[in-house]
């Protein structure tokens, strides 16, 4: 039986890059639709607002049709309950990303049992890529045009710009 599944790719995605572009393709080619939830993950630093986050997913994103953008605040859990979704989707670029990983799966699905988590491995050549490495790159003069999507390239070139104006 192939069931229809809306699968979440939630994720703090400050910025977007191309390894969470990876995975939402491969998520977009195997579930009938695919939420990316943006939210502030509260135990990080952040440079782009949440909707800032948003307009770049959506920029970057739009060319897959079953995927939406969303955002959440509060427990994972339970906006999984309000939107009835209980598939998980997360990237696992290494094996020093799985601790993390293993813990925050198991813990959401203590919180809700159904809650199911399912790891995609992005291709190879992002297993290096993270949000704040490529946020270090931009602040310190390199071109992340290998790493990020164009219109997130561009803004953190205007983020960059602002920050020097104001030293
Ligand atoms: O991109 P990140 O920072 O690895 O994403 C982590 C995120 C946002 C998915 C996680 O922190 C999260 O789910 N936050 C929502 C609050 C929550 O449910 N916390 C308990 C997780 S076990």
Request: aromatic content about 10%; charged content about 20%; glycine content about 4%.
């Amino acid at each position: 039986m192939t069931k229809k599944i809306l699968a979440v790719y939630p994720g703090n995605f400050d910025p977007p890059t191309n390894g969470h572009l990876d995975i939402i393709s491969r998520a977009s080619g195997l579930f009938a639709e695919v939420m990316v939830a943006v939210t502030n993950n509260v135990n990080k630093v952040h440079t782009f607002t949440l909707q800032e986050k948003i307009d770049l997913l959506q920029e970057s994103a739009n060319h897959f049709k079953n995927v939406k953008i969303v955002s959440f605040s509060g427990l994972l859990a339970n906006y999984l309950e309000t939107i009835n979704s209980f598939v998980v989707i997360r990237g696992l670029r290494a094996i020093s990303d799985f601790e993390y990983e293993f813990q925050m799966a198991l813990m959401n699905r203590k919180l809700n049992k159904n809650i199911e988590t399912i790891f995609l491995m992005p291709d190879q050549s992002y297993t290096f890529l993270s949000s704040s490495m490529v946020k270090e790159i931009a602040m310190l003069g390199g071109s992340t045009a290998a790493f990020v999507p164009k219109c997130v390239e561009e803004k953190l070139k205007k983020y960059i710009a602002i920050l020097s104006k104001n030293v």
